[in-house]
């Protein structure tokens, strides 16, 4: 069964891209749909509020349809929003994409339940 993962990143540099420490904040977003192992990747701007846009991070993941966020931490309030939408939201444990996409086909990732205490957004 495939799957669609949206997540933050530094750079567009495929499967060595660096995963960003801030949801929000990053720069950009990688979608990857996996299955069975494999994955295809896609990059797309963070055109959110934080970079000028109108909508807040999460409206804009939501708009790329995903399965799971993938992210080292995020806002108690974003997590809601994904709850509420049926996303997963699990926890970044790595320090590139390439690494997280292997984590989460070995199913070693946890879900992220509590928000960042530095958050913006509570």
Known sequence: MMERIVVPVLEKMGEASPISPHFGRAPYFAIAEVEEGIWQLEFKDNTSSHFGGGERPPNI?????PDVVITVGMGPRAIRIFQAA???????QA???GEVLIAFTRNELRELTEGCRDARHK
């Open 61 to 65: 993941l939501l708009s790329f349809k």
């Open 86 to 92: 049926g996303v997963a939201v699990l926890q970044a």
């Open 95 to 97: 320090n590139t994409l």
